[in-house]
């Protein structure tokens, strides 16, 4: 993490610590990992989440993609299923 925050340093790119998270990819034991980032004299812990978005995809830390599925089918399923009420009884 020290050379991502000197990397955005250099070229003038302030990270958003409170936006920051630490997500981890495994297949069977997830590894336990704890990062920081620094600023100034002080560490930051960056908080560890299960999955994160990125591009529009939501990447879940064994890579399945289960929720990322699950949410491209049930938007569009209540979108429809709100038209389709509106329509029969509006």
Known sequence: MILVKKWSDE???KLNIEKCKSVSYY???PI???Y???EKDLLFPLE????MVDSGVR???K???RDHISEKLI???VYWNYKTKLYLHG
């Open 63 to 65: 890579l399945t993609f």
């Open 36 to 38: 920081h980032i620094k």
């Open 59 to 61: 990447f879940d830390s």
């Open 27 to 29: 297949l069977k034991t």
């Open 11 to 13: 070229w003038l790119l």
């Open 32 to 34: 336990e990992t704890h």
């Open 75 to 77: 938007k569009p399923t």
């Open 48 to 51: 560890k989440v299960k999955s």
